[in-house]
């Protein structure tokens, strides 16, 4: 797409990242929330990746055989496109934040702490999750015989063993779940250090092990949320976790064909050929706004195809294909991609602005407001909530895995579910204990040590 003219990507480029740095600076305080994880994650996808696409020659990651004009002209109108839908998220956020911050501030709390030990227990909510998620990993090996480890597997892991949609959640969710465990754990008893290291890296070997860098950078977020909560981060712990991140983020894929044995394994360290991999590689959906562009000038709007993504939250692939239940990530794989989304599940995955987009046109992009408004609920209530229950960990990477709830429909009701499920079993599981008669029903008493965790420095009001 050499077509791309400088004075219309720059400009739209400009304004996306007009609108994500006014976003944080307006919020800067506290540093990690969902907010800015959504402005980050946004910002590189929308403002760097197109700008280094035309500097690289005019990357298009989907293209068509149309004209390069034809294009260039609809990357240009996705990415306005999208800034609706983005002003509408910044605005809902802040004028929900605003609002609260105003009519509750005299509501708020001066202090929170946790559920003492007698109740829950961290070490072994974390020790639970290693087994669960190692556990499944290794039900997962017998069915495939070891095709689901990454750089073996042809088609996507759900897809790669019986009743992967259930098994690989079991074994991944648990597993994501064990950073911020055993961040809690340490915080609690620091005696719990030695055996939340060991645990921690065996479930980040795992996690390596199925390719899934998301599902380890989630826990590490919640982490730092959970820092950000009890400790009020400074910039220069920012910026170490910034660049660790970016460190892992760059070593994951080798890490994960080490591990699994996949072959000849390559680090590439190069700066500019690991910007390009990363950013160009794994931030596509400015350039799925050009399958949809594509795709409603040859079928039309159609409010069906979004809002299937409700009862298709609930369904595999192949059940909503044979159910007839296609939502707009179906539509639109099938659409480029043809009989191979249906034979490998490889595809890519349509956000909610594009979703939105193809079922109500640009006025449905308004509704980028409402999930901006509930992210600022959401960020309120991790941020001061006053009891951290394991649920607490599995419920506060909802968020996170679906951006701030800017994933289609879909994702977000399968993650909400899975989530919040989880997190009530591994309550339940963490209240199981063998005590006394005489001592049943009564409430241990709180330690010192178990006051670590106690009054958050962090609110967001």
């Known amino acids: 797409m050499k077509t791309y003219q400088v004075g219309l990507i720059v400009p739209v480029a400009a304004l996306h990242s007009v609108l994500y740095g006014v976003g944080a600076l307006l919020t800067i305080r506290p540093y990690i929330t969902v907010f800015h994880y959504f402005l980050l994650m946004y910002w590189v996808e929308f403002a760097v990746h197109p700008i280094l696409a ?18 260039g002209e609809a990357y240009v109108t996705g990415l306005l496109l999208q800034l609706v839908y983005s002003a509408a998220y910044v605005g809902g956020y802040l004028a929900t ?24 227990s961290y070490a072994r909510a974390m020790l639970y999750a290693l087994v669960i998620g190692a556990g499944t990993l290794g039900v997962i090996h017998l069915f495939t015989n070891g095709a689901w480890l990454a750089g073996r597997r042809a088609t996507v892991l759900p897809d790669a063993v019986p009743l992967g949609e259930f098994l690989y959640r079991l074994a991944v969710y648990p597993l994501s779940a064990v950073t911020p465990l055993a961040y809690l754990a340490i915080r609690k008893d620091s005696r719990s250090t030695f055996a939340a290291v060991v645990v921690s890296t065996a479930a980040f070997s795992l996690l390596a092990l199925t390719g899934r860098r998301g599902a380890s950078f989630v826990g590490i977020l919640l982490m730092l949320l959970l820092a950000e909560r009890y400790r009020r981060l400074r910039k220069w712990h920012i910026v170490v976790a910034t660049a660790g991140l970016a460190l892992l983020a760059v070593m994951w894929k080798p890490l994960a064909n080490a591990l699994s044995g996949a072959g000849q394994v390559e680090l590439v360290l190069e700066p500019a050929r690991v910007v390009r991999t990363l950013v160009l590689g794994s ?10 562009l594509q795709f409603v000038r040859s079928y039309g709007f159609d409010p069906i195809r979004t809002l299937m993504g409700i009862p298709g ?27 191979l989304y249906d034979e490998t599940g490889f595809g890519f995955g349509v956000g909610s602005p594009i979703e939105w987009y193809l079922g109500f046109g640009a006025p449905g992009l308004l509704i980028g407001g409402v999930f901006g408004a509930i992210t600022a609920l959401v960020d309120r209530s991790l941020l001061n909530s006053g009891v951290v ?4 960990v599995f419920v506060g990477m909802i968020p996170f ?25 591994f309550n339940l599981l963490c209240r199981l204990r063998l005590r006394p008669a005489h001592l049943q029903g009564q409430s241990v008493p709180l330690r010192p040590r178990d006051q670590r965790l106690g009054p958050v420095k962090t609110r967001l009001t």
């Open 54 to 71: 035309y500097l690289v020659g005019g990357y298009v990651a989907f293209p068509f055989s149309s004209g390069e004009p034809e294009l």
């Open 97 to 120: 934040t605003w609002s609260r911050r105003k009519n509750k501030a005299s509501k708020t709390p001066d202090s929170r702490t946790v559920v003492p030990s007698g109740s829950f």
């Open 283 to 292: 931030f596509v959906q400015s350039q799925v706004w050009l399958v949809a």
């Open 313 to 339: 939250g609930i369904l595999t692939q192949g059940w909503r294909r044979e159910l007839g239940v296609a939502q707009a990530s179906d539509a639109l794989n099938a659409f480029y991609y043809g009989t």
């Open 389 to 392: 229950r394991p649920s607490y």
């Open 401 to 425: 895995v679906t951006t701030g709830f800017t994933a289609g429909l879909s994702k977000c009701i399968q993650e909400a579910l899975v989530y919040v499920l989880l997190g009530q079993g």
